[in-house]
């Protein structure tokens, strides 16, 4: 009679997790989930990667920085601003630039791998937002990540004003400006906020608190619901032969999925470290310390806070008392705006879904030209976006182009109502045109360039038929209520082609 193998340490450690956590079962549910191949998925991965690269690189310098704003005289290596009254806050960032060694790069990198981290987030959700793939069971994986971009713009905001400089003061003089502007208790938020007159000597050491522990905490804590939601739901993926509602066709988690996404990390990690390292950004040496008394020329947010300025350097200077007290219009419309423009495209999923009825599942993405008026709306907002992240630097605009500044804003307070219009139409019209060339591709085929001359002296150009691969991509959509109207009131000579059995739906 034989003995039984005995198992190996290794399995007696695996059995003893997976009696406790289950991990054999997890894992057997999980590591072999499928995700769809296509480059627009990376988006989310350039999302995550720079979220970990600002964890590790913040960390890293919170070991030097010193968030005080009590007054030291500098003394160190660089030298104009030797002898200089100025915060710990700011002593400790030139410390850093220039005499712990790779703190420079480190801080750069920081910084980069923050303007990038909203790049993508941005970028993530409006392919999101332009493929539909916000709709239902993913609503409120979209908010988390809504939410998370939400933090994002004020955890940029507090790191930027850490260095206590004169370019993040002059933001810091901005936040308090809105803060004053909110009716009845703007000034008791201030006080509360500045723990005194502006500047006051607690808000680097409350900035810090929240951009390291509090905001961070947050984000993280969503960042781990929002990939726990993905597992969960299938994902979304573009419409192709053998792709339906009910299936995922790609790579395996594991070891596919998996390989592919560490080597993604380690190139996004070695591309910002190489933007760190060779393109200077926030040169706080050259602003030099905060007076409450000076401002520096020029000053800009980083980008993802520009269009906020823009609403505020566009916006007329209108003051109105009532009841004993002055609203500053100026200020305040503009601090209303802002959230609003960000709070439309959170709820935007419920808004959809109320007014299209639609309450189905969806797992397969659509192509923006045939969601015509979500595209438009998208295309509306972006343009809105962009105009008034121009508006945020008309006085760089007035100068480098050699125009009044008076001008620019006037030109600028106009596009804020005209051109997001004129491009939703646009828009719209595109993506029907666009539907209309895939109709008559699907009906006709492909044109070949090939004339041929029939019997009877007409000549004709030799269409090749699209395969089928083709026709289930252009076929497997739900088509505009307007096309369906234009061929119900005899407008286009052909007949509608009916979709195949199984490659598509049909709303009309």
């Known amino acids: 009679m034989t003995n039984a193998k005995q198992p190996g340490k290794g399995e007696r450690l695996a059995d003893w997790f997976d009696g406790r956590l289950g991990t054999h079962t997890l894992g057997k549910q999980y590591l072999r989930k499928v995700f769809p191949d296509h480059w627009s998925f990376l988006l989310g991965e350039i999302c995550l990667y720079s979220f970990i690269v600002l964890i590790l690189s913040g960390v890293w310098l919170t070991f030097f920085f010193h968030p005080s704003m009590n007054e030291v005289v500098y003394h160190g290596s660089y030298v104009p601003l030797n002898g200089v009254r100025m915060s710990e806050a700011y002593a400790s960032t030139l410390e850093i630039s220039f005499d712990v060694r790779g703190g420079l790069l480190i801080r750069q990198l920081h910084h980069w791998a923050a303007l990038i981290f909203v790049a993508a987030m941005v970028t993530h959700m409006m392919r999101h937002f332009f493929t539909g793939s916000f709709r239902k069971p993913r609503e409120l994986n979209w908010l988390f990540g809504w939410t998370l971009l939400f933090l994002g713009l004020f955890e940029g905001l507090f790191g930027y004003s850490l260095p206590d400089d004169l370019l993040s003061g002059t933001g810091m003089r901005f936040v308090e400006g809105a803060t004053l502007s909110v009716p009845i208790v703007g000034t008791y938020l201030t006080l509360f906020l500045f723990g005194g007159e502006f500047p006051g000597d607690d808000i680097v050491a409350r900035f810090y608190s929240l951009h390291i522990l509090v905001i961070p905490g947050i984000m993280a804590a969503l960042v781990v619901a929002h990939i726990l939601l993905v597992f969960y739901h299938k994902h979304t993926q573009f419409s192709g032969p053998g792709r339906t509602e009910r299936n995922v066709v790609g790579s395996p988690f594991m070891p596919v999925y998996m390989a592919k996404a560490g080597g993604f990390f380690f190139l996004v990690f070695g591309v910002l470290t190489l933007i760190a390292a060779v393109a200077t950004i926030n040169p706080v040496w050259q602003y030099g310390p905060f007076r409450a008394d000076q401002v520096s020329t020029g000053a800009q947010p980083d980008w993802y806070l520009g269009f ?113 219009a004129v491009v939703f139409v646009v828009t719209r019209r595109i993506c029907l045109g666009l539907q209309l060339r895939d109709r008559e591709l699907v009906l006709h085929g492909r044109a070949t360039g090939v004339i041929k001359r029939l019997p009877h002296g007409e000549y004709i150009e030799v269409h090749q038929p699209l395969d089928q691969v083709r026709l289930h991509t252009l076929t497997a959509h739900e088509r505009p209520g307007e096309l369906v109207e234009t061929e119900r009131k005899g407008l286009s000579p052909d007949p509608p082609r009916r979709t195949p059995s199984g490659s598509g739906r049909s709303s009309s």
């Open 308 to 420: 906020a300025e823009g609403l505020v350097r566009v916006m007329p200077g209108w003051e109105i008392n009532l009841w004993g007290h002055t609203l500053v219009l100026g200020v305040l419309i503009p601090i209303v705006v802002f959230p609003l423009l960000l709070l439309f495209i959170g709820v935007y999923p419920f808004v959809e879904a109320r007014i299209t009825g639609d309450k189905r599942e969806h797992h397969i993405l659509d192509r923006p030209r045939n969601r015509p008026v979500r595209t438009g709306i998208g295309a509306a907002w972006i343009s809105l976006y962009l105009i008034l992240l121009a508006g945020g630097g008309n006085d760089i605009m007035a100068t480098r182009l050699h125009l009044s500044i008076n001008t620019v804003t006037w030109a600028v307070r106009i596009a804020v109502f005209v051109v997001p």
